[in-house]
């Protein structure tokens, strides 16, 4: 059974700083990354990373949304745990922001979501 786990989020002042953190588990994953769904919104990629190259080494390759560009980073440890670390919060990054994990045989997985807001 394929699990995701989510941790981090919370409530922080605009300009500040905060990292949430997600680990995959029970299958084998070819990228993850973190959608968020700010309220009346619909769901967005943030930010993803490829986590195996395959025959053409493309693992690492990132992807951003433009309006987190600069300002957010997303990182891997190992090949199930991704990190999203995102500086110069904005009120408007306020959203809850969830894990994605898509295996390697094409199946995708969410984790329940966690909250961030940004207010001061």
């Known amino acids: 059974q394929v699990q995701v786990v989510e941790s981090g989020g919370g409530l922080v002042q605009p300009g500040e700083s905060l990292r949430i953190s997600c680990t995959a588990f029970g299958s084998i994953f070819f990228a993850m990354g973190w959608y968020r769904q700010a309220s009346g919104n619909q769901r967005e990629l943030t930010a993803r990373i490829i986590l195996r190259g395959g025959n053409i080494d493309y693992s690492d390759t990132v992807n951003y949304a433009d309006s987190v560009k600069g300002r957010f980073t997303i990182s891997k440890s190992g090949e199930s745990t991704v990190y999203l670390q995102m500086n110069s919060l904005r009120p408007e990054d306020t959203a809850v922001y969830y894990c994605?994990?898509?295996?390697?045989?094409?199946?995708?997985?969410w984790g329940q979501g966690t909250q961030v807001t940004v207010s001061s």
């Open positions: 994605h994990a898509l295996s390697t045989s094409g199946d995708e997985y």
